[in-house]
């Protein structure tokens, strides 16, 4: 570690500084740990399992993937070529949302948290503050890795019949990986900060709107591709052809797939070699962001936090003058908490970046939804993906509406004097939340609903349904996020993770995932029935067409009648307690 200016007023030696932070790191660990054993037990149940869920559908889904891939390809250069492909795209783009994800929650840790502002202070080494807060971004911007990577590793040992070297080497390849990745993209966070503060915005979402483009054009060769070919010989070709620039030898990604499948191909000395470049590049990259931390961490902090401000204030305005415009109809006052909020949620790169992630992958699922081999001719086939995609939007939408909606309130509390001092009523701060929330939802889960009905050619009425059910999700659950956080909201807590990884948090939650499947029930079965009569098939064929058809009104009905219970139910909870909250 090197020693530079700023370093040289350090009381510790570089041995115990390193032993100092190792016990905050252990206390910090052991404290969250209690406190979430104590204070989210629930939560944490639902967390492990869900988690264990969603492990196994994919250990599943890849495993057959394997199978069905080694039953239809007898010729073996084709069949090791097509896995060579497969793991190398996967691991590539694992790859760039690694740097991404990297990025953007070191800077919210090393640059936005008081704990940093607190250790600068200290004689401790920048190397040091980076490496306690790199840890950290590495731990949460690769557990998803680790989630996604670690099923089809393990699906495809037991599918290739692997000798147990493979499974063994399996972890130092994925641990090691994460490190190039996770290093890139530190050194491209403080070299930002450092030469480009006021433009780091700007940067990221040049970077982001690359990405989308990239995106699009592959999804773009995917669309225009004749569906006549699909999961033909010719078409393997084709594929492979497409994604040969994940090949590249220079790219880390072939690195880890190259050195597992040759593993796995009873070839460990190979294995080994491959291992050994992977580890020799992460530890370099992973000394160089520790270099550089050096040398930019402090004046780069510095000029995040005295730049001014009313520049970008400026250059802003634009997009909330837009968005005001778009409410016209609302009261002044409403509209202003409203660009608030937004203003807000345009500063957190955290919010965004996950907003645009996920709801942009679904959108390319969804957009690649018929070369998925589904059967589309077949009507209750179609019927039950197409709600299972309404389903998916939903719980996508409830975990945002819990991390982010439901802390809103309580992070007011600290500031709430300033909003306390105009004449403002306190419903109609709720109910700006609620719209907010609302507005924010309804946009992006309709129009990416209407993309799965539209690339699987539903029929309209349908179509209507799920637009429908999606206005009621979105609606109910805004409605019960912000109750519930007017409800219970925590105004000693300043961290909105805390705050959703509480009981409140939790409860609207399970509340939410509820909520979903009850609407989504009760519009799919009748549908499922109903279309099973018109396609013949023999589940349709106990029910009368007529009452099925009443029985969709019904259904809808209920859903209706739900959606307006879940909407306005927790909104006059939540502004009974709100007028008599005391901050």
């Known amino acids: 570690m090197s020693s530079h200016h700023p370093s040289r007023a350090a009381l510790l030696d570089v041995q115990s500084e390193a032993r100092a932070f190792h016990r905050l790191r252990a206390r910090l660990v052991t404290n969250g740990l209690r406190q979430t054993l104590a204070a989210s037990r629930l939560r944490v149940t639902l967390v492990i399992f869900l988690t264990a869920i969603f492990w196994l559908a994919l250990f599943v889904l890849f495993f057959d993937s394997f199978i069905f891939l080694r039953s239809t390809m007898t010729h073996t250069a084709t069949h090791d070529q097509t896995v060579r492909a497969i793991f190398s795209i996967f691991f590539a783009s694992l790859m760039v949302m690694l740097i991404f994800s990297s990025a953007i929650i070191l800077y919210g840790g090393l640059y936005r948290t008081r704990e940093v502002r607190f250790l600068l202070t200290t004689p401790a080494r920048s190397e040091r503050i980076f490496l306690h807060k790199f840890q950290e971004a590495m731990l949460f911007s690769s557990w998803g890795?680790?989630?996604?990577?670690?099923?089809?590793?393990?699906?495809?040992?037991?599918?290739?019949?692997?000798?147990?070297?493979?499974?063994?080497?399996?972890?130092?390849?994925?641990?090691?990986?994460?490190?190039?990745?996770?290093?890139?993209?530190?050194?491209?966070?403080?070299?930002?900060v450092r030469w480009l503060p006021r433009r780091w915005r700007q940067v990221l979402i040049a970077a982001g709107l690359a990405a989308v483009v990239l995106t699009l054009w592959v999804a773009w060769n995917n669309w225009r591709a004749p569906e006549a070919r699909l999961m033909t010989p010719d078409w393997f070709q084709?594929?492979?052809?497409?994604?040969?620039?994940?090949?590249?030898?220079?790219?880390?990604?072939?690195?880890?797939?190259?050195?597992?499948?040759?593993?796995?191909?009873?070839?460990?000395?190979?294995?080994?070699?491959?291992?050994?470049?992977?580890?020799?590049?992460?530890?370099?990259?992973?000394?160089?962001?520790?270099?550089?931390?050096?040398?930019?961490?402090?004046?780069?902090?510095?000029?995040?936090?005295?730049?001014?401000?009313?520049?970008?204030?400026?250059?802003?305005?634009?997009?909330?003058?837009?968005?005001?415009?778009?409410?016209?109809?609302?009261?002044?006052?409403?509209?202003?908490?409203?660009?608030?909020?937004?203003?807000?949620?345009?500063?957190?790169?955290?919010?965004?970046?996950?907003?645009?992630?996920?709801?942009?992958?679904?959108?390319?699922?969804?957009?690649?939804?018929?070369?998925?081999?589904?059967?589309i001719n077949h009507k209750t086939w179609v019927n039950m993906v197409s709600f299972l995609n309404v389903a998916v939007v939903g719980l996508i939408l409830s975990t945002f509406t819990s991390r982010f909606i439901f802390p809103m309130i309580s992070l007011e509390g600290r500031r709430f004097w300033i909003l306390g001092r105009l004449p403002i009523d306190r419903d109609t701060i709720l109910w700006s939340k609620f719209l907010f929330a609302s507005i924010g939802a309804i946009i992006p889960c309709a129009t990416l609903v209407l993309l799965s009905d539209l690339m699987l050619r539903v029929e309209p009425l349908i179509l209507a349904i799920h637009q429908a059910t999606c206005l009621l999700l979105c609606l109910g659950l805004s409605g019960i996020a912000v109750g519930l956080g007017a409800r219970m909201p925590n105004l000693r807590e300043e961290s909105p993770t805390k705050i959703a990884a509480g009981f409140g948090g939790t409860l609207n939650l399970v509340l939410s995932a509820i909520y979903i499947v009850a609407v989504v029930l009760l519009t799919a079965v009748p549908c499922h029935f109903y279309l099973a009569t018109q396609d013949g098939d023999p589940q349709g064929m106990v029910f009368d067409p007529e009452r099925l058809r009443w029985w969709i009104g019904m259904g809808a009905m209920a859903s209706l009648l739900l959606g307006i219970a879940a909407t306005t139910i927790p909104l006059s909870i939540g502004m009974r307690a709100f007028r008599r909250l005391e901050f």
Request: proline content about 5%; hydrophobic content about 55%.
């Open 145 to 192: 890795f680790v989630l996604l990577g670690s099923p089809m590793l393990l699906a495809y040992g037991l599918a290739a019949v692997a000798p147990w070297y493979y499974f063994v080497l399996a972890i130092p390849f994925l641990v090691t990986f994460i490190y190039i990745p996770g290093s890139i993209g530190a050194i491209l966070c403080m070299v930002i």
């Open 238 to 375: 084709d594929v492979i052809s497409r994604l040969s620039f994940s090949e590249h030898r220079l790219l880390p990604s072939w690195w880890l797939a190259t050195g597992l499948l040759t593993g796995a191909a009873h070839d460990p000395a190979e294995a080994m070699m491959f291992l050994a470049v992977t580890l020799s590049n992460a530890l370099v990259l992973h000394q160089l962001a520790v270099w550089a931390s050096g040398y930019l961490l402090r004046p780069g902090y510095w000029l995040v936090e005295g730049q001014g401000s009313s520049r970008t204030r400026a250059a802003a305005l634009w997009l909330d003058r837009i968005f005001g415009w778009g409410l016209f109809f609302l009261p002044r006052t409403m509209r202003t908490l409203i660009v608030k909020d937004l203003r807000l949620f345009r500063r957190d790169p955290v919010q965004w970046s996950q907003f645009l992630i996920f709801f942009g992958l679904l959108g390319l699922y969804f957009l690649n939804i018929r070369r998925l081999s589904y059967d």
